[in-house]
């Protein structure tokens, strides 16, 4: 694809909500740059430990994309080597940004596929080894049914990355979206505490682990510091006690354990 025409398709999208890099210094626009950042951190956070789970690459695996967006997730599984990637979400727009981005990068064509869909309606044709489950949980009012959507793709591995309720008990909070573009309805979603992911996994026969932060800074990353924000990796048959996990104080709230609450750090 010559640069001019890439400069051209990028710039007929009216938004990204994450940053690709292309040659010739060509990327994709973000309103927040911090938000670059942002997911290069969740990104790093999320795979390193599942990648280490797996030693150190997707090879030969079979991934599935809930609400894949403009394909940031797709495109970390196959640059980690993932043998296939099938990508879901419900706007064509973010469908189409996906295509654009994987064709930029030149991935070849049998090593992926975008539908657009509501996977609820419609759960995605053929078996895979992982689900990515990332930024979808905390946006759907329907978590029993999620889980089922992923236990039915036959996949051994789950990573799921999610804002949570900071309650110790098993529970789900009633909340509003912000923003209703990238959902369905009136924005009222289940916002799942800890011990619920971890609930409704083992429902699917999955152990669970929260992983610990591993975060160069908060900057843009205060609801992981406020431990609103939490990513887990479920598996039925894969040994999960060498990950890194979450470590959460029995008396202290999240405000007294890290000073830098106090001084606005």
Not at 3 to 27: C, G, K
Not at 174 to 186: A, F, K, P
Request: aromatic share 10%.
């Amino acid at each position: 694809m010559e640069t001019q025409e890439l400069r051209e398709r990028i710039a007929a999208f009216p938004r990204w909500n994450y940053r690709f890099d292309f040659d010739h210094d060509v990327s994709t626009p973000l309103a927040d740059p911090k938000r670059a950042k942002r997911h290069d951190q969740r990104r790093r956070y999320v795979l390193e430990p599942l990648l280490g789970l797996l030693g150190g690459t997707l090879s030969g695996r079979r991934v599935l994309d809930l609400g894949c967006n403009a394909g940031f997730w797709s495109l970390a599984a196959i640059e980690s080597g993932a043998e296939f990637v099938l990508g879901v979400d419900l706007k064509q727009e973010y469908v189409d940004q996906a295509n654009l981005v994987f064709e930029a990068r030149g991935v070849a064509q049998d090593r992926y596929r975008f539908e657009q869909g509501d996977f609820f309606a419609r759960k995605p044709d053929g078996a895979f080894d992982l689900v990515l489950c990332l930024g979808v949980m905390d946006h759907v009012n329907r978590p029993l049914e999620l889980f089922e959507v992923m236990n039915a793709a036959g996949a051994d591995l789950i990573a799921i990355d999610t804002e949570v309720s900071r309650a110790r008990s098993s529970l789900f909070e009633v909340s509003t979206l912000y923003s209703t573009r990238d959902v369905e309805g009136d924005g009222m979603v289940l916002i799942p505490s800890r011990g619920a992911v971890a609930d409704l996994a083992r429902r699917h026969g999955f152990d669970t682990v929260a992983l610990a932060l591993n975060l160069t800074d908060f900057d843009g990353m205060d609801d992981y510091r406020r431990e609103r924000r939490c990513a887990f990796i479920c598996s039925r048959n894969f040994d999960l006690a060498g990950l890194p996990a979450e470590k959460r104080g029995r008396l202290l709230p999240w405000w007294l354990r890290d000073p830098r609450a106090l001084t606005g750090v």
